[in-house]
């Protein structure tokens, strides 16, 4: 198996047609696409048609480019060229299009057509291919050759076009109007030089295409849309699945409408190697199953008999050929990636006979009305189901060895009794992602989704199963029943906290009203004041406030004699100690989830008193379910020694090493004494509030929170709280310029485990740089908004002065550039405006075209401010400035939009004489005549100060995760005009 089954090795000849067709979607793709086999062609006697089906007029230059295309057809030495002036963007994959083709190639003798790939990105290229295929298919004597102009395509010919580079490369540079927007042409030469990449040396320049034979086109076979992956197996030259484990998808039919739903679901699947076993359980006649779905085979069992559920899965389970095994339902289904993930999920835990996920419940108008994703406990599985059965992926030796089978005197539940036999040869794993999907229509219910539904059955598996029930199983029953009595209130708390919810979305409408109509009038005085009126009255004014100041004379003169001596106070700020409430205390009780939170604090000559009242305040937390885990790094001041093997407490763990390993290796030292399922970060002379670790409790119950940090302040060495961080909630971005999160940090410790503990040499921003890694690794992340966190400000503390610690900024850089590579971002990381916050500046991908769209209404002077700023001023190159016209009516206005638009070529006018609508001017321009990638919405009272303004737009613009971006405005006393939107979601 060789790379030329993918790629040729050796050049094509060039089609020896007479009479050929070439399509191109706007003037210079035939050139750029295929102009060296043209020029082959043309030397060769053939006669060829270049067919423009747009005249590519989206700029406005239709004419311009026809022409340019004619002159390139002379450079080339074609003769027939002609265009059916579709509007640009305008193209359709419609019968029309393709009659009309159909019939020139008929009245044209055609043999071979060349026409743009499907691999393209313009939807002009995509709709000419789409049609050229057809029209191709229903004609039979032509055959196709697809060309490449902006996206590679997978070649299967490679026409040698060495010998007319030079007439190609000559013809390119007719198209002038293009080549100033971007250097198409050195792309193009670029693409074709590659080409030659698996060809013989002495070939410098080559054109690749897609070539297709009439009959590769006919409907079912469709080569051409065949997925990469297929296209390898095919060729042999993919064994993917025979190095990855055989997954066998069992599907007990009763040939309804939604089995081939189910089955689609399995053959989108990422996973390689499946085999998919459907049963006909219903004993009538079944319809037919194709051989395949997707990549994987279908065998269908038929019984010719109803078979009930338990007997027929286990029909399907002694066909089974695979390592691991899944039961489909067939009215349900599951998500593309369910499969691989479980599979991952058993290689990783050798320890665990099956794998989950969480399941949605879909009623029949696609709503989901519950939600099935529960941690796993092992007593749980023994007094009632909670998996459902699609959402699990079982080891299949639990039947072939250990003789597990579905019993078949259970006509419902029988998942549930399966389950409880697994249970016995090992763990189950959880995986946390929602990817099954269960249908529930009609009020219809199952034994996973309705524990007390058919209560004769569940006593039947209970009764089979209570030998097994153990003092474990009884307190969890016991625990359920008091959860069950406590669920009235809890649903009274809720109401009252949706209804709170409601009230406060109300009073934000009415907060971001108040503020749309401060900012109309604000606008309105700038206005005002940059008006002539307003400046004429200048003098007046002036004068008045001198006449007013020396009216006040002797109260100037006090205060300057006073100025010298005044006194700052800065705004007060109180700490409420919180109380512990009845209520307070019930709720600890009754927190159905009360997990051990282990506390690390490395120590390193701290003095005794901060340590001392560090260690006071985590032993006054209401909740008490903690353990501290402290390890002093070498200390050699002896009074901290003494102090720390004073101290008795059973849940203090202390390590002592006997070198000085720095905080990362003391903290990561302090981790292996921990046994809790969650950490929590704290300094050695700082201060946890008392409610502290109940509300952390509290956000992993009620929200599933895997990492928690709430507000802090700061602790004065007199005692005074001062310095309150009221911190926002987690902000992906944001977390990228600086540590807002800092303290107090939460995370649940397979997270620290998986990230790899604290990284050495990144003192002074271990916690950042372990926050980053966690957030690539869970999204359940809650904010507290509560200070639950007294940061204590000891001289030469990062909490005094960050810039005390000029190392800790330089391993934030790390950290964050550590992140980037992580991530796959190409980016710059360098420091921020001020000490402790960070600049990630993001690679522009490519050259993209901007496209900046100004609506304006008379006014030339303010356009003429904003437009030449742009020029003046940007450095980004690649852009083009489309002003549109709005019912202007003042010549002066007309003169100076075509003074503008001879400045630069970059530049085009345009009107829309509608009744304003300020999202349909814009609607209009970007539809009718942007040509960018990115689209730039500007006001022409804008006028541009900073130069690499574009750059930064596009750094955030072209993220896959990002819509749209906005800058920071300025009125012209450098006072914020607009600094971003809030959206309530």
């Given at each position: 198996?060789?790379?030329?089954?993918?790629?040729p090795?050796?050049a094509?000849q060039?089609p020896?047609?007479?009479h050929?067709?070439?399509?191109?979607?706007?003037p210079?793709d035939?050139?750029?696409?295929?102009?060296?086999?043209?020029?082959?062609?043309?030397?060769?006697?053939?006669e060829?048609?270049v067919?423009?089906?747009t005249a590519?007029d989206?700029?406005?230059?239709?004419?311009?480019r026809l022409?340019e295309?004619?002159?390139?057809?002379a450079?080339?030495?074609?003769?027939?060229?002609?265009?059916?002036?579709i509007?640009?963007r305008?193209?359709?994959?419609?019968?029309?299009?393709?009659?009309?083709i159909?019939?020139?190639i008929?009245q044209?003798?055609?043999?071979?057509?060349?026409a743009?790939?499907?691999?393209?990105?313009?939807?002009?290229?995509?709709?000419?291919?789409?049609?050229?295929?057809?029209?191709?298919?229903?004609?039979?004597?032509?055959?196709?050759?697809q060309?490449?102009?902006?996206?590679?395509?997978?070649p299967n010919?490679?026409?040698?076009?060495t010998?007319?580079e030079?007439?190609?490369?000559?013809?390119?540079?007719?198209?002038?109007s293009?080549l100033?927007?971007?250097?198409y042409?050195?792309?193009?030469e670029?693409?074709n030089?590659?080409?030659?990449?698996?060809?013989p040396?002495?070939?410098?320049?080559?054109?690749?295409?897609?070539?297709?034979?009439s009959?590769?086109?006919?409907v079912?076979?469709?080569a051409?849309?065949q997925?990469?992956?297929q296209r390898?197996?095919?060729a042999?030259?993919?064994?993917l699945e025979?190095?990855?484990?055989?997954?066998?998808v069992?599907?007990?039919?009763m040939?309804?409408p939604y089995?081939?739903?189910?089955?689609?679901?399995?053959?989108?699947?990422?996973?390689?190697?499946?085999?998919?076993?459907?049963?006909?359980?219903?004993?009538?006649?079944?319809t037919?199953?194709p051989?395949?779905i997707?990549?994987?085979?279908?065998?269908f069992?038929?019984?010719?008999?109803?078979?009930p559920?338990?007997?027929?899965?286990?029909?399907a389970?002694g066909?089974a050929?695979?390592?691991?095994?899944?039961?489909?339902d067939?009215?349900?289904?599951?998500?593309?990636?369910?499969?691989?993930?479980?599979?991952?999920?058993?290689?990783n835990d050798?320890?665990?006979?099956?794998?989950?996920?969480?399941t949605?419940v879909?009623?029949?108008?696609?709503e989901?009305?519950?939600?099935?994703?529960?941690?796993y406990?092992?007593?749980?599985?023994?007094?009632?189901?909670?998996?459902?059965?699609?959402?699990v992926?079982?080891?299949?030796?639990?039947?072939?060895?250990?003789?597990?089978a579905?019993?078949?005197?259970?006509?419902?539940?029988e998942?549930w009794d399966f389950?409880?036999q697994?249970?016995a040869?090992?763990?189950?794993?959880?995986v946390?992602?929602i990817?099954?999907y269960y249908?529930?229509e009609?009020?219809?219910?199952?034994?996973?989704?309705?524990?007390?539904h058919n209560?004769a059955?569940r006593?039947?598996v209970?009764?089979?199963?209570?030998?097994?029930?153990?003092?474990?199983?009884?307190?969890f029953?016991?625990d359920?029943?008091?959860?069950?009595?406590?669920?009235?209130?809890?649903i009274?708390e809720?109401?009252?906290?949706?209804?709170l919810?409601?009230?406060?979305?109300?009073?934000?409408?009415?907060?971001n009203a108040?503020?749309?109509?401060r900012?109309?009038?604000?606008?309105e005085?700038?206005?005002m004041l940059?008006?002539?009126s307003?400046?004429?009255?200048?003098?007046?004014?002036?004068?008045m406030?001198?006449?007013?100041?020396?009216?006040n004379?002797?109260?100037?003169?006090l205060?300057?004699?006073?100025?010298?001596?005044?006194?700052?106070?800065?705004?007060?700020?109180?700490?409420?100690?919180?109380?512990?409430?009845h209520?307070?205390?019930d709720?600890?009780?009754?927190?159905?989830?009360?997990?051990?939170?282990?506390?690390?604090m490395?120590?390193?000559?701290?003095?005794?008193?901060?340590l001392?009242?560090?260690?006071?305040?985590?032993e006054?937390?209401?909740?008490?379910?903690?353990?501290?885990?402290?390890?002093?790094d070498?200390s050699t001041?002896e009074?901290?020694i003494?102090y720390?093997?004073?101290?008795?407490?059973?849940?203090?763990?202390?390590?002592?090493?006997?070198?000085?390993?720095n905080?990362?290796?003391?903290?990561?030292e302090?981790?292996?004494?921990?046994t809790?399922k969650?950490?929590?970060?704290?300094?050695?002379?700082?201060?946890?509030?008392p409610?502290?670790?109940?509300?952390?409790?509290k956000a992993?119950?009620e929200?599933?929170?895997?990492?928690?940090?709430?507000?802090e302040?700061?602790?004065?060495?007199?005692?005074r709280?001062?310095?309150?961080?009221?911190?926002?909630?987690?902000s992906p971005d944001?977390?990228?310029s600086?540590?807002?999160?800092?303290?107090?940090?939460?995370?649940?410790?397979e997270?620290i485990?998986?990230?790899?503990?604290?990284?050495?040499?990144?003192e002074?921003?271990?916690d950042?740089?372990?926050?980053?890694?966690?957030f690539?690794?869970?999204?359940?992340?809650?904010h507290?908004?509560?200070v639950l966190?007294?940061?204590?400000?000891i001289?030469?503390?990062?909490?005094a002065?960050?810039?005390?610690?000029s190392?800790?900024q330089k391993a934030?850089?790390?950290?964050?550039?550590?992140?980037?590579k992580r991530?796959?971002?190409?980016?710059l990381v360098c420091?921020?405006?001020?000490?402790?916050t960070?600049?990630?500046?993001?690679?522009?991908?490519?050259?993209?075209?901007?496209?900046i769209?100004?609506?304006f209404?008379?006014?030339?002077?303010?356009?003429?401010?904003?437009?030449?700023?742009?020029l003046q001023k940007?450095?980004?190159p690649?852009?083009?400035?489309?002003?549109i016209?709005?019912?202007?009516s003042?010549?002066?206005?007309?003169?100076?939009?075509?003074?503008?638009?001879?400045?630069?070529?970059?530049?085009?006018?345009y009107?829309y004489?509608v009744p304003f609508?300020?999202s349909?001017?814009?609607?209009?321009?970007?539809?009718?005549y942007?040509?960018?990638?990115?689209?730039?919405?500007l006001?022409?009272?804008?006028?541009?100060?900073?130069?690499?303004w574009i750059e930064?737009l596009?750094?955030?613009?072209q993220?896959?995760?990002?819509?749209?971006?906005?800058?920071?405005l300025?009125?012209?006393?450098?006072?914020?005009?607009?600094?971003?939107?809030?959206?309530?979601?």
């Amino acid at each position: 198996m060789t790379e030329n089954q993918l790629i040729p090795y050796a050049a094509s000849q060039l089609p020896a047609d007479k009479h050929i067709l070439v399509l191109a979607p706007h003037p210079d793709d035939e050139v750029f696409g295929c102009g060296g086999a043209i020029a082959l062609h043309a030397q060769a006697g053939a006669e060829v048609n270049v067919l423009l089906l747009t005249a590519g007029d989206g700029a406005g230059e239709g004419e311009k480019r026809l022409q340019e295309s004619q002159n390139a057809s002379a450079v080339l030495g074609y003769d027939s060229l002609s265009c059916w002036h579709i509007g640009d963007r305008n193209v359709q994959y419609c019968s029309e299009l393709i009659e009309r083709i159909e019939q020139f190639i008929r009245q044209k003798s055609i043999t071979l057509v060349y026409a743009p790939s499907l691999w393209e990105n313009h939807p002009d290229h995509r709709a000419t291919a789409l049609c050229a295929i057809e029209a191709v298919r229903r004609i039979k004597t032509c055959v196709l050759m697809q060309y490449e102009v902006s996206a590679p395509l997978r070649p299967n010919c490679l026409i040698d076009i060495t010998a007319v580079e030079p007439k190609k490369n000559e013809a390119m540079q007719c198209f002038i109007s293009q080549l100033h927007y971007q250097r198409y042409d050195q792309h193009i030469e670029a693409l074709n030089r590659y080409r030659t990449y698996t060809l013989p040396h002495n070939i410098n320049s080559a054109e690749g295409f897609e070539y297709y034979t009439s009959d590769d086109l006919e409907v079912g076979k469709h080569a051409f849309l065949q997925s990469e992956f297929q296209r390898q197996k095919e060729a042999g030259l993919l064994d993917l699945e025979y190095r990855q484990p055989l997954v066998t998808v069992l599907i007990r039919s009763m040939d309804i409408p939604y089995l081939q739903t189910a089955l689609n679901s399995v053959g989108m699947q990422t996973y390689p190697n499946i085999e998919i076993i459907v049963v006909n359980a219903s004993g009538k006649e079944h319809t037919h199953l194709p051989d395949s779905i997707g990549n994987f085979q279908i065998h269908f069992i038929d019984s010719n008999v109803p078979l009930p559920r338990s007997k027929a899965a286990n029909t399907a389970l002694g066909h089974a050929k695979g390592e691991y095994a899944l039961f489909l339902d067939d009215d349900d289904w599951i998500a593309a990636e369910h499969i691989e993930k479980l599979v991952n999920a058993l290689k990783n835990d050798p320890l665990a006979v099956l794998a989950y996920t969480g399941t949605r419940v879909i009623n029949e108008h696609g709503e989901q009305i519950a939600l099935f994703d529960y941690h796993y406990e092992k007593e749980q599985i023994y007094v009632g189901n909670f998996i459902p059965i699609h959402s699990v992926l079982f080891q299949l030796k639990a039947y072939s060895i250990h003789q597990c089978a579905f019993d078949t005197d259970l006509s419902i539940y029988e998942d549930w009794d399966f389950w409880i036999q697994l249970a016995a040869l090992g763990s189950f794993k959880r995986v946390e992602c929602i990817s099954a999907y269960y249908r529930m229509e009609h009020g219809g219910s199952s034994d996973a989704h309705s524990p007390m539904h058919n209560k004769a059955a569940r006593l039947m598996v209970l009764k089979k199963w209570q030998n097994l029930w153990d003092a474990d199983i009884i307190t969890f029953l016991s625990d359920e029943v008091i959860k069950a009595r406590n669920l009235p209130q809890l649903i009274h708390e809720k109401t009252i906290k949706d209804a709170l919810m409601n009230e406060k979305s109300i009073l934000m409408q009415t907060h971001n009203a108040m503020l749309h109509e401060r900012n109309v009038l604000a606008a309105e005085v700038q206005s005002m004041l940059h008006s002539k009126s307003w400046k004429l009255t200048q003098p007046l004014r002036n004068s008045m406030r001198i006449l007013k100041k020396l009216k006040n004379i002797k109260g100037v003169l006090l205060h300057v004699a006073k100025i010298g001596n005044i006194t700052i106070h800065q705004s007060k700020y109180t700490y409420l100690t919180p109380v512990l409430t009845h209520e307070t205390k019930d709720s600890l009780k009754e927190l159905p989830y009360q997990p051990l939170i282990s506390i690390i604090m490395p120590v390193y000559n701290v003095d005794p008193k901060w340590l001392d009242l560090a260690i006071k305040s985590i032993e006054n937390q209401w909740y008490d379910n903690w353990e501290l885990c402290i390890c002093d790094d070498k200390s050699t001041n002896e009074k901290t020694i003494r102090y720390l093997q004073s101290l008795r407490n059973p849940k203090i763990k202390i390590s002592y090493l006997d070198h000085n390993l720095n905080i990362c290796g003391a903290s990561n030292e302090a981790l292996k004494l921990a046994t809790g399922k969650y950490i929590a970060l704290m300094d050695n002379d700082d201060e946890l509030t008392p409610d502290a670790l109940y509300e952390v409790v509290k956000a992993i119950n009620e929200q599933g929170a895997e990492f928690i940090y709430s507000d802090e302040d700061k602790l004065e060495m007199d005692g005074r709280y001062s310095e309150p961080h009221f911190k926002p909630d987690f902000s992906p971005d944001m977390i990228l310029s600086q540590n807002y999160i800092s303290h107090l940090g939460v995370i649940k410790k397979e997270l620290i485990d998986t990230a790899g503990g604290f990284e050495i040499g990144l003192e002074g921003a271990q916690d950042y740089d372990l926050y980053l890694k966690v957030f690539e690794l869970t999204c359940k992340i809650v904010h507290i908004p509560k200070v639950l966190y007294h940061w204590r400000k000891i001289p030469g503390s990062t909490a005094a002065s960050f810039s005390d610690k000029s190392y800790a900024q330089k391993a934030g850089c790390v950290a964050l550039e550590n992140a980037m590579k992580r991530r796959g971002i190409d980016a710059l990381v360098c420091d921020g405006k001020y000490p402790g916050t960070y600049r990630v500046k993001y690679s522009i991908i490519g050259n993209p075209t901007v496209s900046i769209i100004i609506p304006f209404k008379d006014k030339p002077e303010l356009l003429t401010l904003c437009i030449e700023s742009i020029l003046q001023k940007t450095t980004y190159p690649h852009f083009e400035i489309i002003g549109i016209s709005n019912n202007s009516s003042d010549q002066a206005t007309f003169d100076e939009m075509q003074r503008l638009a001879r400045l630069d070529s970059r530049i085009s006018f345009y009107e829309y004489n509608v009744p304003f609508n300020y999202s349909q001017i814009n609607n209009h321009a970007v539809n009718t005549y942007a040509k960018g990638e990115h689209i730039i919405l500007l006001n022409n009272d804008i006028e541009i100060i900073t130069p690499e303004w574009i750059e930064h737009l596009l750094e955030f613009s072209q993220r896959n995760d990002v819509g749209a971006v906005g800058a920071k405005l300025y009125y012209p006393d450098d006072t914020l005009q607009h600094a971003g939107v809030t959206v309530l979601s």
